[in-house]
């Protein structure tokens, strides 16, 4: 079945190509399509264009077939296009000619964008929460191991002390900014496009100001041309708020695998976290670790993909846009499916606390040195010179402490003003 037919055959080569995986990938809006229909049932009541009976016969129709959807039974079987033939099919075969009234006054393109406004909606409030449960664990992290040192790195030199405070806290305040983000995708999916029909309004007099407040979002795409442009935008806006937070995930992800190594040691996991070699013993591989940098590497390049597909295409309905799902809706559930990983994996992360004994990292300090002399009243060009010569001359002698007392330094971390920027962000 396909909503456009006219009773004039298309050729199999032709369904296959144009309609390519949507079936499957439509699985994921069936939910969403029939939210829609409802509340696009409800409007045509409220405007006369259906009766009230009529349009609860398709309410009600529509909830068992939302029943079904959510217990994993619906299927859309390959005589169907997509979700919204299959859907329309199921409300024809239940009501007759009462289900045939229900695209009245809409187009698949204005249907196709509420349901992915929905979607959209729905994926970046679940990918914030998974954010923010991150960024709870590293900061709980962040307080409970604040005064174990690490050696902190430049240019994959040995720099100045770090600790695992910061370390954690770092990446928990990262996070924020991929809240933010995030906020911001939410925002631009969150305008109602039903009522736009094919991209230039309808000549019924439809209520989409009732339909906005029905399905909950927070304002209404107002000029139907500008409903239909939003096609690609939300899609690319929320790519690029999933890249933000793919690249944090990625970076993370990288200092685990490398602090995990035995030429830095920093850090343990338990074995059931690791994988071992068919060949050697004694491997303990943080494929977890690798693999969600390789994902989340994948996610980064998203935005560009989307933008390709987009960026030269005259205002209106164009079919490129089918293509947007291809990459976007596997992408989602992978960043979901990182994020989860993560916060379970790092939770057994254990620090190792004598870190600084091996004398290679006596060179941390030397800034520290340096500030002392400062202090103490030596100009700091000489007092850079002083120690740069004792360094030279094997004389320099560690003092392997911190005096750093500024917002944000090692003895400083700023953790609860950290959490409240998080709380702002989160609830914006």
Not at 283 to 290: G, L, Q, S, T, V
Request: contains cysteine.
């Amino acid at each position: 079945m396909k909503l456009w037919e006219k009773g004039i055959p298309t050729d199999i080569k032709t369904d296959a190509f144009t309609v390519g995986n949507d079936r499957e990938l439509d699985l994921l809006l069936a939910e969403y399509d029939v939210v829609g229909s409802m509340a696009h049932a409800k409007m045509l009541a409220k405007t006369g264009l259906l009766t009230t009976d009529e349009a609860d016969d398709i309410v009600m129709a529509l909830e068992d077939i939302l029943t079904d959807i959510k217990k994993g039974d619906f299927i859309i079987e390959q005589s169907f296009e997509d979700v919204h033939s299959k859907v329309e099919y199921l409300l024809i075969e239940k009501l007759g000619d009462t289900g045939k009234k229900i695209h009245t006054a809409r187009s698949r393109n204005d249907q196709v964008l509420v349901d992915v406004h929905l979607f959209l909606k729905t994926e970046l409030t679940v990918i914030k929460q998974q954010t923010k449960e991150l960024f709870d664990l590293l900061m709980r992290k962040a307080a409970q191991y604040e005064h174990i040192l690490l050696p902190g790195y430049t240019h994959l030199q040995v720099a100045m002390p770090s600790s695992f405070g910061m370390w954690f806290s770092a990446y928990a305040e990262s996070l924020i900014d991929d809240v933010t983000m995030l906020n911001a995708a939410l925002t631009i999916a969150d305008q109602n496009p039903l009522g736009s029909a094919a991209g230039y309004g309808s000549s019924f007099p439809i209520d989409r100001t009732f339909t906005t407040e029905e399905l909950g979002f927070e304002t209404l795409k107002y000029n139907s041309v500008a409903a239909q442009m939003s096609r690609g935008k939300a899609e690319k806006t929320t790519a690029f708020a999933m890249a933000s937070v793919a690249g944090t995930l990625s970076k993370l992800a990288m200092d685990i695998c490398l602090y995990l190594s035995q030429n830095f040691s920093f850090i343990t996991l338990p074995q059931h976290l690791t994988t071992g070699s068919s060949i050697m013993p004694h491997k303990k591989n943080p494929d977890i670790f690798e693999l969600v940098r390789g994902k989340c590497n994948k996610i980064q390049a998203l935005p560009y993909e989307l933008t390709l597909l987009t960026n030269n295409l005259p205002s209106g309905y164009h079919r490129d846009f089918q293509l947007l799902k291809e990459g976007l809706f596997p992408a989602v559930q992978t960043l979901k499916s990182c994020l989860e990983m993560l916060t379970f994996s790092i939770k057994e992360v254990q620090p190792n606390e004598n870190i600084l004994e091996d004398k290679k990292y006596d060179y941390l300090f030397t800034v520290d040195a340096l500030n002392e002399l400062v202090s103490n009243g030596v100009p700091f060009r000489d007092a850079y010179k002083i120690v740069g010569e004792q360094v030279e001359n094997n004389t320099f002698t560690s003092p392997k402490a911190t005096k750093h007392t500024h917002e944000g330094s090692i003895n400083n971390l700023c953790l609860e003003a950290i959490y409240t920027k998080m709380e702002t962000a989160f609830n914006n």
